[in-house]
């Protein structure tokens, strides 16, 4: 009996467990048995992931202050965060991801990162 790729069907040649011709079939296979993201989602992750990555760039240190201005001057969209943190003096940081922002005023902000252990 004859086998054959369970992607394009071609004749597989080789051990006899292999079940691609090759690894662009097995990850064709493989990305098919996945369900598609919706874009709305893919959207808002990208910006997540866009916002993180300000985050990190802007703030090397660990704790930052930086202006508004130059915040929103990146490309940082404040309308989205992964999660807020309320502190016991009633601070309310927006984090993406480990990174996180606090409005101190109306033109600045504090940067910080916070590790977690996962």
């Known amino acids: 009996m004859e ?15 292999k079940k691609f011709c090759d690894d662009q079939c097995r990850s064709n296979y493989n990305n098919k048995l996945k369900p598609e993201t919706p874009p709305a989602i893919k959207k808002i992750n990208a910006i997540l992931k866009n916002n993180r990555d300000i985050l990190e760039k802007l703030n090397p240190e660990a704790k930052t202050k930086i202006s508004k201005a130059r915040l929103l001057k990146t490309g940082f969209d404040l309308q989205y965060h992964t999660h807020q943190l309320q502190t016991q003096k009633g601070n309310t940081y927006n984090f993406c991801y480990e990174y996180g922002y606090l409005a101190l005023d109306d033109e600045t902000f504090l940067l910080v990162k916070r590790e977690e252990n996962l």
């Open 3 to 17: 086998r054959t790729c369970l992607d394009c069907g071609n004749p597989i040649k080789g051990r006899i467990d």
